[in-house]
């Protein structure tokens, strides 16, 4: 409580004992019987261990202050912080009737009770480091045994991912997806949003049970074999956990019976958990038996349309690849157990993908090997040099024709009024592999780094060590903080600060650089100096400058967030 605009006087509480109430008078501690002297009556203890302090009616006056000011805070540690908050919240609704604080009484009209944890920086009011789960498992060893065997640990991005606390082993192709990949796959699929609704996708949701006669229906229950994750219900009815909705999406639109070709085309996506029993899963979230995929299925009232709709997907495919900075190649495909008559992959060229790639340096042509002949070594266009690559897919691509609309007779009303079959196409996205073979293309072997678009967190705060000589510049980093808040609202929830001030700067650093944060910015030796300088590191670029505060802002204000 503060009393007076010249001096300051501010009460502590503790609700364990009485003997730890005390009071501060201009910077001198005074005795809790002096407190009763004042006026103060300090209570015994009663209800649950909780000590009451309360005012007299009449507020006592010390020498030369006039009461023209009353703040209150409050400190609940232990077990009895919200008996704290409801005892302080009951006192502070009598001292509003008290006559001598009713030219004050609009500091109290606007207090809310709350519960604090700890006093440190940024604590309560500044996304903090600390307070993240993030179990790092930093050293080599402790990553492996994470995996079981040491083989299993074969790729980057896998490692990486494990270190850092991205991901944690849940069971043999399944793994728990820690806040930072949460926020990162966010923000992928708000990308990936933005990209299918552009060229007129509509979002559904489908369950991920699927009944057995769905895929009886189109042959798939038998064709797919083992990696089709089958159950039964308490009442013995077949199902499958769909690693792809083809026939559940065509059974809904065919269930619409009065559908016109005025209504055409409809777009139709999800990114939803799909499952697949790998028989070996392996590279972490590259190859998994649960994983999410968006998977978009079109109908059109013609062949031409169906075509047109197909190439428009595909430029979105190629659209958000560009917006996320990855190198890709589409190349031909064989179309699989899924069918139709044309199809196209999208592909990260890296060592470690599983698709042999055929690409020609003299045109565009580019295919799958599984296309090809075997002993094919020159384009089919051009005749020029294939050049074999290996690519991780990312994206897939299929004109479906009428091969489901046929068996689930999804029709609609054509132009002269007669039933038609619709054409359709299926279109997916892995999206926990994309997150994935970023990592696994953009990163060093050290070091996470991502696409700009998707990283966790834009910028990470380094404020100095606690006890160094550039602790008087820690202020300095939480002012900062509302600076970027105020000047650039697009960064709201992207700025992080690495509150563990008991290491040292250079140990804080090393573990920003690990995780990847595009900008880190420390608060060392140059922050004394009038005006302070800042040290920015560029992660994506391999910049470090020193920047003033307004310079910081200046820099992040081209920061663009999904």
């Excluded at 004109?399 to 997916?428: D, R, V």
Aim: include cysteine; charged fraction near 20%; aromatic fraction near 8%.
């Amino acid at each position: 409580m503060i009393l007076g605009e010249s001096q300051a006087l501010s009460l502590c509480l503790s609700f364990r004992k009485t003997s730890h109430v005390r009071l501060e008078w201009g910077g001198a501690r005074v005795r809790a019987s002096r407190l009763r002297e004042r006026g103060f009556v300090i209570g015994e203890k009663h209800r649950k261990g909780v000590s009451g302090l309360t005012l007299p009616l009449t507020l006592a006056r010390w020498p030369g202050t006039a009461v023209s000011r009353v703040v209150l805070a409050v400190a609940a540690v232990g077990a009895n912080a919200s008996l704290c908050c409801g005892v302080m919240g009951r006192l502070l609704t009598r001292w509003r009737t008290l006559p001598v604080l009713a030219t004050c009484s609009r500091h109290l009209s606007g207090y809310v009770p709350c519960r604090l944890h700890h006093r440190t920086l940024g604590r309560g009011k500044h996304l903090v480091l600390s307070r993240m789960f993030q179990p790092q498992n930093l050293r080599e060893d402790q990553v492996l045994s994470l995996e079981g065997r040491s083989g299993d640990l074969t790729c980057k991005s896998q490692r990486l991912m494990l270190q850092v606390g991205l991901i944690h082993p849940a069971s043999p192709g399944c793994y728990h997806l820690l806040p930072y990949t949460v926020r990162a796959l966010e923000k992928l699929v708000r990308v990936i949003d933005q990209e299918m609704q552009a060229i007129g996708g509509q979002k559904v949701n489908m369950p991920s049970l699927s009944p057995a006669d769905l895929w009886r229906a189109t042959n798939r229950w038998d064709l797919m074999g083992k990696e089709l994750l089958r159950l039964r219900d308490r009442h013995g009815k077949e199902y499958c956990l769909g690693p792809t909705h083809e026939e559940a999406i065509t059974a809904l639109v065919a269930s619409q019976k009065t559908l016109s070709y005025k209504q055409l085309p409809f777009l139709l996506y999800q990114v939803t958990r799909k499952f697949r029993d790998e028989p070996r899963p392996r590279f972490g979230l590259l190859r998994g038996r649960e994983f999410y995929m968006k998977d978009m299925y079109t109908f059109d009232s013609s062949t031409e349309a169906a075509q047109q709709t197909y190439s428009l997907v595909c430029g979105a495919y190629c659209s958000l690849f560009s917006r996320l900075g990855l190198p890709f190649v589409k190349v031909q495909a064989d179309v699989g157990s899924i069918g139709g008559t044309m199809s196209h992959e999208f592909q990260l060229p890296v060592d470690v993908g599983e698709d042999r790639l055929a690409v020609c340096l003299s045109c565009s042509f580019s295919a799958n090997m599984e296309t090809l002949d075997l002993s094919q070594t020159h384009c089919p266009v051009c005749q020029g040099p294939l050049t074999e690559t290996k690519g991780i897919e990312v994206g897939h691509t299929f004109y479906l024709g009428t091969k489901y609309s046929s068996i689930f007779n999804a029709q609609f009303t054509n132009i002269y009024g007669k039933p038609s079959l619709a054409e359709m196409g299926c279109y997916g996205l892995g999206v926990t592999r994309i997150l994935a073979a970023a990592i696994e293309v953009l990163s060093t072997e050290d070091c996470i780094r991502w696409p700009g678009l998707l990283a966790p967190y834009q910028v990470c705060l380094i404020p100095p060590k606690r006890g160094s000589k550039e602790e008087a510049a820690t202020e300095l980093m939480g002012s900062l903080h509302d600076h970027i808040a105020e000047a650039l609202p697009q960064l709201h929830g992207e700025v992080l600060l690495d509150d563990r001030t008991h290491l040292t700067i250079g140990n804080r650093l090393k573990d920003a650089n690990k995780l990847g944060y595009p900008f880190v910015i420390i608060a060392g030796k140059r922050a004394l100096e009038d005006p302070s300088h800042l040290e920015v590191w560029c992660q994506n670029t391999g910049e470090v400058v020193f920047l003033t505060k307004e310079g910081v802002v200046e820099l992040l204000s081209t920061v663009q967030v999904a």
